[in-house]
């Protein structure tokens, strides 16, 4: 659909769990970024790659890791999460161009229930 | 800086009447500026963006939206509604030139009425 996959697509965990998010991109894009997606909260900006460093982080619990160990692919790591980490974690990419900041495609999102 | 504001939470209109979704921002630089739609269970689709080019955008589906810089707004509208435009619309700010910041407005549900 949209050239970016997300698996799994739901997970439950428990609290003292480690599990892993995996987003992948087609595109041929050099951005990628997580958002969080809570109820009755705007989607939170988490973590941004750009050529596969990172360049945003904002304030995100120490909980969730990021990794991007190539321009196609985008981990989110997670451990001892609380209940209220439960949310749909979405994954998106761009294709940033010098000093233009191209459209985001999204995809289909991770739901996580955290026990 | 940056904000998204958008007025309504929620819109109901019946089909085949306008749409009007309204979006306020604040930016300390020159913006760029989208709509995206997500239907339920799904990922966020682009509807629409303002970069820097004409003022009036169109977008797929027979969306649109100006971008008016004297009123700090970005409007989203359509002629006629249809049953499949009912899902929750985004206004989404990002700094046109450097930094990553991308700001999500609240979201608006639409509802539409057969």
């Known amino acids: 659909e949209t050239g970016v996959t997300q698996t799994p697509r739901h997970l439950v965990m428990g609290m003292t769990n480690k599990k892993s998010l995996k987003c992948e991109q087609h595109l041929g894009h050099n951005a990628m970024y997580w958002y969080k997606q809570s109820a009755k909260k705007p989607l939170e900006l988490m973590f941004v790659y750009s050529l596969e460093e990172r360049v945003e982080n904002n304030s995100v619990p120490s909980r969730f890791s990021p990794e991007c160990p190539n321009s196609s692919h985008l981990f989110l790591h997670l451990h001892t999460l609380q209940p209220e980490d439960s949310a749909l974690y979405l994954c998106?990419?761009?294709?940033?161009?010098?000093?233009?900041?191209?459209?985001?495609?999204f995809g289909p999102g991770t739901r996580l229930t955290v026990l | 800086a940056q904000s998204v504001t958008q007025l309504d939470s929620h819109v109901s209109v019946s089909e085949g009447t306008p749409v009007l979704l309204r979006c306020n921002y604040s930016s300390s630089y020159s913006p760029s500026l989208f709509w995206y739609v997500q239907h339920p269970n799904k990922g966020l689709q682009l509807l629409l963006k303002y970069t820097s080019a004409a003022t009036l955008v169109k977008g797929i589906n027979g969306f649109e939206a100006e971008f008016k810089k004297s009123e700090t707004s970005f409007h989203l509208t359509k002629p006629s509604a249809h049953m499949s435009d009912a899902a929750e619309y985004f206004c989404v700010v990002t700094p046109r030139t450097g930094g990553f910041k991308t700001i999500f407005g609240a979201g608006t549900r639409l509802f539409v009425k057969a």
């Open positions: 998106a990419s761009s294709q940033v161009l010098a000093g233009d900041r191209n459209e985001q495609f």
